[in-house]
């Protein structure tokens, strides 16, 4: 019973839609990220280094067998690494995309935390604390002059 009112709790707070939507988001901005890389990003790398396409790129350690009929009996042994510069490659877009979000809500943040901006809307709970430290300032000045006289 407490494992299925702590799962109400954690469904009902939107944390389990936050995480589906961010999943879902997720996935669509991988399938964005592979054309950017595989479609726009690698055509013109390819054509500066000669119609190279890095996707076949590899290095055979040990060519396939086959026996007098044409039957590969042992298979080639490579590393692909064209595969490996093509998802280092999407994992460059998507780190800097994240970096560039990143960097852009904490901007919001910051100048909506702001109390003395007001272009944006400050939070009520940021207002309230900082109308508390104005406060606070105001009588720890009023201490200090009782204290001097």
Known sequence: ?????EFKEFAVKGNMIDMAIGIIIG??????IDVLAKQVLLPPLSLLSDGTNFEDKRLVLRDAIKDNTGVITTSEVAVEYGKLFEVFLDFLIIGFTVFIVVKAMNKLRNRAQDTKDKTVATPKDIELLSDLKVLMEE???????????
Request: hydrophobic share 50%; aromatic share 4%.
């Open 1 to 5: 019973m407490k494992l299925i009112k």
């Open 27 to 32: 996935a669509a901005f991988n399938k964005v």
């Open 139 to 149: 009588q720890n000045r009023l201490l200090k002059a009782n204290v001097s006289k």
